[in-house]
């Protein structure tokens, strides 16, 4: 037998999902992170999971790996110290970025502080225009004189970013040649092979994060292999990366700032596969952690990509998995302010101390302990008894906290935290939909993360979407999806000119050489021959916008320009709700996405029938409308396929618990998802509207 296993990093739990690629048998397992080192809380939970299920080591084929490192780095500034070497004049460029203000009218908020500090930013003569011609020659002894003087300053990695380098980037890899002879072993990041797009400021801004980050997680993925060494384990380790696809160490290491959404987009792939398999494709995925809530949307069963994300403030351009992320998870803290109003979140307990609950150190209450002081969590343990409740604390922290500042009951004050909980994560869905384009009824909601089935009723009710799913341990999807997900790397070249008869041939030109360089990449990978794909696209926009939109490009050699700019319209339609008559098509930048498929096993579903699925029942507070009710409680593994229930009703599993409110109705599907309606917004939306793909 073979089995292939998947990891997340989360700021509070490491999960982990395990699949016998012969039988389909998936199974599951969960250990607190270790935010001072996250290997370690990987190294404790492959070693329990082999233990657990009587492994051998040597027949796990696959590991796969998702992570926060780098982005930890970016928020906790404990990436590396880093130097520049840029084009004479553009020093300040990381510092003066764009000039916009996120927040008009909040005189507090500041723009961050550059991850390098200006005296570590050199300038040298050189320069490209933007045709690809060099005027300039670059000056080689002053590039040397500036790697001298990093060096002497300790910088651990260089950045080096040149004008128009994304056109000729001949003069930054003569510059990287003269630096390695001067720090042979330093971490060097040149914008042209991280980010060879135009756009100054935003390639300068990735790639210095790229090399802020390198150095650490080079030594992650080192101590993160040794660790697994150790246990035996032989298998290759592949990182998901942020556009949801997998790459391998020597990838990540080379540009770690991909890996940014690497836990969240696994999250989003696995939530549309398991969409796609129930027989939903418009999904709303609705993932609640410890520390944040992600939520992204799928048309169509594929996932929305976005160019660009900021980290920590700071603007990286990548294709990636479009998330939109809050700081509203199980850890997030309530407090009341000064003036008066309850906050909740973005500060968050995390894995350490944690909870009040959890009795390891926290004395802030946080969305979790509410959950336990209105019964919705096990009041005595949670991941299958591994982990002890302290309910009373809960509720303790809880009155001191908030209940006597505010003078009301503790159970209104954790009603509270709850209904301002939802209603942020209810702004983060109507900020990836609605406010989109894409009408909220016609889509399902994906509920996971340990926290996401404990909330999705509420936030259906509150969105107006009338039908749940549930995956099987919704606490560990993340893990699940990057054993759904596929190896992919994104390559990119900016090249400026309107379509035309004329540029269409050096359009396909470009787009041939490019596919060229995926199929390399490719086998450098060692993806077999017969599982590479590439994906090939244009992003276009009318002469004179500022931001343009993909056309998407099935056979280029059989494109016409005057297909293309057909399809262009209907894109620019599409996104915009108008096209522009007469106006030129103005081509920025050419894409290809290598894909190396990975064989995904269906999972099993094998309830164990044999014992009740009712354990018992407890007092739940299901809100001001129905206040406290008995509700049954259940086993969710004994749950057989075709079970129907009504609610209320309490579902619990190692990794999570699903709330089931007294309205809403539930099913078990073929594969183990609950599908849960809401059977007053079915009713409505089935007066105005297609319900979601599927029914029950």
């Given at each position: ?84 070497i840029?084009?004479?004049?553009f ?23 550059p ?7 050199l ?12 005027r ?188 939109h ?6 850890g ?23 909870p ?12 979790t ?17 591994r982990?002890?409740i ?10 001191v ?31 990836v ?20 089935p ?17 995956p099987?341990?919704?606490?560990t ?27 269409w041939?050096?359009?396909?030109s ?7 360089e ?46 293309f ?16 008559d ?16 990975i ?18 029942s ?6 001001e409308?129905?206040?406290?009710l ?49 059977q ?17």
């Amino acid at each position: 037998m073979t089995y292939r296993i998947g990891f997340d990093v989360g700021g509070t739990f490491t999960d982990f999902s395990i699949i016998d690629d012969v039988s389909g048998r998936v199974d599951y397992h969960k250990v607190p992170s270790t935010p001072d080192d996250p290997s370690r809380a990987i190294e404790t939970g492959l070693t329990e999971l082999i233990q657990r299920l009587g492994l051998d080591p040597r027949e796990i084929s696959h590991l796969g790996h998702g992570t926060t490192v780098a982005t930890n780095m970016a928020i906790e500034r404990r990436g590396a110290r880093t130097g520049l070497i840029t084009t004479r004049g553009f020093r300040d460029v990381l510092e003066i970025g764009r000039q916009t203000r996120p927040h008009l009218y909040d005189y507090r908020v500041r723009r961050p502080e550059p991850l390098i500090p200006r005296h570590l930013r050199l300038e040298v003569d050189e320069r490209t225009m933007a045709d690809g011609s060099i005027r300039t020659e670059l000056d080689e002894p002053a590039v040397s004189r500036a790697a001298r003087e990093l060096r002497d300053a300790g910088v651990e990695a260089v950045v080096i970013c040149f004008l128009h380098s994304y056109r000729n980037p001949a003069n930054e890899l003569r510059a990287r040649e003269l630096v390695k002879q001067v720090m042979p072993d330093i971490y060097i990041s040149t914008s042209s092979e991280i980010l060879p797009e135009f756009r100054e400021f935003e390639r300068l801004s990735t790639t210095v994060l790229n090399a802020y980050m390198g150095p650490r997680m080079s030594r992650y993925l080192e101590r993160l292999l040794s660790r697994v060494s150790a246990i035996g384990v032989t298998a290759n380790l592949d990182t998901i990366h942020s556009n949801g696809g997998l790459m391998s160490v020597a990838a990540v290491r080379e540009m770690p700032v991909r890996t940014c959404v690497s836990g969240p987009a696994a999250g989003v792939i696995g939530a549309a596969e398991i969409g796609r398999q129930a027989g939903f494709y418009n999904l709303v995925t609705f993932d609640v952690g410890g520390t944040s809530t992600d939520v992204s949307v799928v048309v169509n069963g594929k996932p929305l990509f976005a160019s660009s994300c900021t980290v920590a403030d700071y603007p990286v351009k990548t294709p990636m998995v479009d998330i939109h992320v809050i700081g509203a998870g199980g850890g997030s803290i309530a407090a009341v302010d000064d003036a008066g109003a309850l906050k909740v979140g973005p500060r968050s307990a995390g894995a350490d101390p944690g909870p009040v609950a959890y009795a390891l150190g926290g004395t802030e209450p946080t969305i979790t302990d509410a959950n336990i002081s209105l019964g919705r969590l096990d009041q005595g343990a949670l991941l299958d008894g591994r982990l002890p409740i302290d309910a009373s604390a809960a509720r303790a922290a809880i009155k001191v906290s908030v209940a006597d500042r505010l003078n009301i009951s503790t159970e209104h004050a954790a009603n509270g935290i709850l209904r301002i909980a939802i209603a942020n994560m209810n702004r983060a869905i109507q900020a990836v939909s609605t406010e989109k384009g894409h009408d909220i009824r016609d889509f399902a909601l994906v509920a996971y993360g340990g926290a996401g089935p404990l909330h999705a009723g509420d936030l259906a009710r509150e969105a107006g979407i009338s039908t749940i799913i549930v995956p099987l341990e919704p606490g560990t999807l993340c893990a699940r999806g990057i054993l759904l997900s596929d190896i992919t790397m994104d390559f990119v070249r900016s090249e400026l000119m309107i379509a035309s008869t004329e540029t269409w041939n050096d359009v396909l030109s470009v787009l041939l050489e490019m596919c060229s360089e995926a199929k390399d990449w490719l086998q450098r990978e060692a993806v077999p021959e017969k599982d590479r794909a590439l994906l090939i696209s244009v992003d276009a926009r009318y002469d004179g916008q500022n931001y343009e939109v993909g056309v998407d490009l099935e056979e280029p050699s059989e494109k016409t320009v005057e297909a293309f700019v057909t399809d262009f319209k209907r894109r620019h339609r599409q996104e915009y709700g108008y096209d522009i008559d007469g106006r030129e098509v103005e081509i920025v930048n050419c894409r290809v996405r290598a894909i190396g498929t990975i064989h995904k096993q269906a999972a099993s579903f094998e309830p164990d029938t044999s014992v009740d699925a009712r354990t018992g029942s407890r007092r739940v507070y299901f809100g001001e409308r129905e206040g406290w009710l008995d509700a049954p409680v259940y086993r969710r593994n004994r749950l057989a396929v075709g079970t129907k229930l009504r609610g209320p009703a309490i579902l619990e599993e190692m990794s999570s618990t699903t709330i089931v409110h007294p309205d809403q109705h539930i099913k078990v599907d073929d594969t183990g998802n609950l599908i849960i309606a809401l059977q007053t917004l079915r009713n409505n939306a089935n007066n105005t509207t297609e319900a979601p793909h599927a029914t029950l």
